[in-house]
């Protein structure tokens, strides 16, 4: 077992006599598991130490502490794809009356096992070179919870339906009229209610294969189908991922009002709604495309919490950097420059209007933009960018913008390398972009991949660093957190905030993560009206004001956690809801 050890500034001893470490089994053995370092003090070797936890009992000044790396298990294999290919240990347990979270980056294993739950795979148990059976996999699970499961799916006593986690491949699978492809899913005599509860009468006409649905709606036409089944467990895999705030809250709450019939399990990267629609969640750690680990369930509260700190403390194993939130004060917008104005805009288009009040973007801020989709966010930044003219007013600034937008085609044929090299060297040769950009993102390991084969994730990484390194005086980015699992959505927010911070830049967030868009904002634009009809932009406002407003329009209320002072979104008509709707608080109390 590989061991961290940190010795502390703690150690007030002058000269160490090394009592604190003549109970350590390794040195009466003989070995030089500690020796003297400077002034002294005791130096640890880590390749020697085996972590018994005697030693930081006998130090009388707590100074050292030993910290267990994430590693392989050596026991727990469920199934491994073939020579040094990936393995993953131990499942998630689907529970009757309960909504299951399974949390964890990309490309750790969380799809395969809802893979195996539902019966799609057979596990091997690690004996990748003979066919599975289930044979096998039921002796092995003798006398646990998930005998019961893989006996039922053995003799298929036990139906489930699985809503995938790529929509956006579904044209090219499914062919026909949406309403259809539905009525053909509906096992459940509920095609009117599901239709009704998810907004879908007004695209049931609509062919899937033409390209006349967004990702959204084919987000709320995969999820519908899967609603529409009448089976014994549901798994949704990122059911939020395309929609906006408003959708993914009436997603969650169809789902957990499902999961007090049926078992369900939830793959999810949005941790606002996690916390809302869970009650337990299973986090999953690892080395991505290597091997992955299913921890035991957590309460949702504790699991979150224990995520954002990358410390599982029962096991005494660091998995990941600590992710902070801080209630911070906002920034005083007065007190900064104005770098662009805008006069009441307004953009027509057939059967479309959008209304901009008049407002300023200063200097060193990060302004959010939040709203329901097809309310006209792109359409203002890209007015903003001088993409498009707005039909009234103006946009008054004589400043360089880097544009990223929400829809990124690789269009570019080369490798990563020969798109830096070309559109920003500045990767390669500013040390603020290196140490900030290139080495957060972990761009080094796509360098000699050709663009058009990155995964959704990985493209969204290299066109938000190509839009941070322009030389530009604001930048607009569209849906960074788009296709980035919970980790990488947390790094992005800090990595934009500190090259905006530190090179005194401004920029623009359009996003529909809570977490991410309060983790990244000085102030925010607030957008509502009738999707595809009408929008109506209003602010920038204070975080805490903009973020009231909107929270209102969404009908819920957050609080801080008291630990981590991360959003929670408060239970519908819990004491904290009420009483903060009733003090008109939506955001958080102060």
């Not at 002796?139 to 053995?154: D, K, P, R, S, V």
């Not at 660093?465 to 957190?481: F, G, K, M, R, T």
Request: neutral net charge; hydrophobic residues 35%.
């Amino acid at each position: 077992m590989r061991i961290a050890v940190l010795l502390r500034d703690r150690c007030k001893s002058k000269n160490c006599t090394r009592e604190c470490i003549k109970f350590c089994p390794r040195v009466r053995a003989g070995d030089e598991t500690i020796v003297m370092g400077e002034e002294g003090k005791p130096i640890i070797s880590e390749e020697l130490c085996v972590g018994c936890g005697i030693c930081i009992h006998k130090c009388p000044f707590g100074a050292i502490k030993i910290i267990g790396l994430a590693k392989e298990l050596d026991t727990d294999l469920v199934h491994q794809f073939g020579k040094n290919s990936f393995r993953l240990y131990r499942l998630p347990i689907p529970k009757e009356g309960s909504c299951i979270g399974i949390l964890g980056p990309n490309g750790i294993g969380k799809t395969t096992a809802i893979k195996i739950l539902s019966g799609q795979i057979i596990p091997n148990l690690g004996n990748y070179k003979n066919k599975s059976s289930w044979d096998d996999v039921l002796e092995y699970y003798a006398g646990t919870e998930l005998y019961n499961h893989f006996n039922q799916i053995n003799s298929k006593n036990i139906s489930s339906v699985v809503k995938p986690q790529y929509v956006d491949r579904l044209p090219k699978i499914l062919k026909g009229r949406i309403g259809d492809i539905l009525k053909k899913a509906d096992s459940s005599n509920n095609y009117d209610k599901i239709n009704d509860q998810l907004g879908l009468f007004s695209i049931l006409d609509k062919h899937i294969e033409k390209g006349e649905i967004s990702g959204g709606e084919l987000q709320l036409i995969s999820i519908a189908a899967a609603l529409l089944k009448d089976v014994n467990i549901y798994f949704f895999d990122e059911p939020s991922s395309y929609l906006d705030i408003h959708q993914r809250l009436k997603v969650a709450r169809i789902i957990k009002d499902l999961s007090l019939k049926k078992k369900v399990l939830v793959i999810e990267h949005d941790l606002a709604i996690l916390d809302f629609l869970c009650d337990q969640v299973h986090l999953v750690y690892g080395d991505e495309g290597a091997y992955g680990v299913v921890t035991y369930p957590r309460g949702v509260r504790h699991a979150i919490n224990t995520y954002l700190s990358g410390y599982l403390k029962e096991e005494n194993i660091r998995f990941g950097e600590k992710i902070e939130f801080f209630a911070h004060p906002p920034k005083q917008r007065q007190q900064m420059n104005i770098l662009v104005t805008y006069d009441n805009l307004s953009k027509t288009y057939e059967g479309f209007n959008l209304d901009v009040e008049n407002g300023v973007i200063r200097q060193g801020e990060i302004v959010g933009i939040v709203g329901p989709n097809a309310i006209g966010k792109t359409t203002f930044v890209k007015m903003l960018a001088g993409e498009i003219k707005p039909t009234e007013g103006k946009v008054e600034h004589d400043i360089k913008i880097s544009y990223k937008p929400q829809y990124i085609t690789p269009d570019f044929e080369g490798t990563v390398r020969e798109l830096f090299e070309k559109k920003a060297q500045a990767l390669f040769t500013s040390s603020l972009y290196k140490a900030e950009i290139f080495e957060q993102f972990n761009l080094k390991y796509l360098l000699d991949k050709k663009i058009d084969t990155l995964s959704g994730g990985e493209l969204q990484r290299v066109a938000t660093a190509n839009c941070l390194v322009q030389d530009a005086d604001i930048y607009l980015v569209d849906e960074p957190s788009a296709y980035l699992d919970s980790e990488q959505r947390m790094i992005t927010s800090r990595t934009v905030r500190r090259v905006i911070e530190k090179s005194g830049r401004s920029a623009m967030i359009v996003d529909h993560d809570v977490y991410f868009i309060d983790m990244i904002s000085d102030a925010l634009i607030v957008f509502d009206g009738i999707p595809g009809k009408t929008g109506k932009a209003q602010g920038p406002f204070s975080l805490h004001e903009g973020m009231n407003r909107f929270l209102k329009d969404v009908d819920i209320t957050f609080r801080r956690d008291e630990d981590t002072k991360r959003p929670r979104v408060n239970k519908p008509d819990s004491y904290m809801d009420r009483k903060q709707r009733k003090e008109g608080e939506y955001y958080y109390s102060i």
